[in-house]
């Protein structure tokens, strides 16, 4: 029997939405790849490991070139036992897509992953002999200043937090303290600020139900009357599969020492039109009108359904992709059509119960 080359690609979080497509498109190219799966007090997620490789089989990986290691983002040396650090001496490139994902998180829960946790990765990346590239998946509202600060002072932390919630405040802090923190150790960076994630073209396979996927189960449900936003919000959004072609071929074209890419599908509708294309599919009806965010803002939860987090991302802003296109065309890799992959995501969205199940 052949034996198997050790991994040379690491990918943390690979259990999560993203991850394992990730992980599934990397396999597929023949890449050697070890998976991080999370340290459950002390105790391998042999459960979390199972079930990647039972998905990958789902759907025809050959998962022989695969291995797991226990991964915590939130320990140095990502938690790792002597045993597993040493199995991934020859890792060249390292795609850091763990975080967690959530609304409604304090600063407490949301800092140890999403920022501490990016810079364990960090550091982690730099003790691997061969690195070729760290790879940081952040978010499409993030990353757009040129002169990134970290760490911040303390009040400005907290009015960070204050402003824009838990969440985007420790992707924007993570975000921060990678591009600060990887020249100072000589670690090659790229920061990958994708949008809204949506399902997988063909299949329209979600397995994730926060963002859009929580208005389009307000507009199912007939509880989106009134559309937050102006007729020019901008909500772009990415098929899970395009976002995973790009991460899987950017250390082989990225070359500069810190890199950035805002990864968009351009072709995505104003959000009024967005809403109005998915309704007609769902045989449902519309929202009457729309209403600026700063009211819903004072409006109570209870009547609006929305989250005050989510509203951060409805803005008329638009995103420069002009790195991300040139590194696409190089690659070779297209977005798949999208009006398509919009309405399959949506009918699976409605036949998976939203997350229900």
Known sequence: MTPVPPPRTLVLGATGFLGRWLVLELLTRGEPVAAGVRDTGGVRDTGGAAALRHWLREHDADTTALTTVTADLTRPGLGLTPEDDARLTEVRDVHNLAARYAFGLTRAQAEPPNVHGALHALRWSATRPRLRRLVHLSGYRVGRDPAPR??????????????????????????????????????????????????????????????????????????????????????????????????????????????????????????????????????????????????????????????????????????????????????GIGHPPLTPALTRWATRLVEEGFGAA
């Open 150 to 331: 970290y760490p911040l002072d303390e009040r400005a932390a907290a009015a960070l937090h204050a402003r824009l919630g838990a969440y985007e405040a420790s992707k924007q802090l993570g975000d921060a303290a990678v591009r600060v923190t990887a020249p100072r150790l000589g670690v090659p960076l790229t920061t990958v600020n994708p949008s809204s994630v949506i399902g997988h073209s063909r299949t329209g396979e979600a397995g994730q139900y926060l963002g859009p996927a929580q208005l389009v189960r307000q507009l199912h449900r007939g509880r989106l009357p009134l559309l937050p936003g102006t007729r020019r919000t901008f909500l772009p959004v990415v098929t899970v599969d395009h976002l995973a072609r790009f991460l899987a071929v950017v250390p082989d074209h990225d070359h500069d020492p810190v890199l950035a890419h805002t990864v968009l599908d351009p072709a995505t509708p104003l959000l009024p039109d967005l809403i109005a294309l998915l309704a007609a599919h769902l045989g449902v009806r519309p929202p009457r009108g729309l209403i600026p965010v700063p009211l819903v803002r004072r409006l109570p939860r209870a009547l609006t359904g929305a989250d005050p987090e989510t509203l951060t991302f409805l803005s008329e802003d638009r995103y420069d992709t002009t790195s991300a296109d040139r590194l696409a065309a190089a690659a």
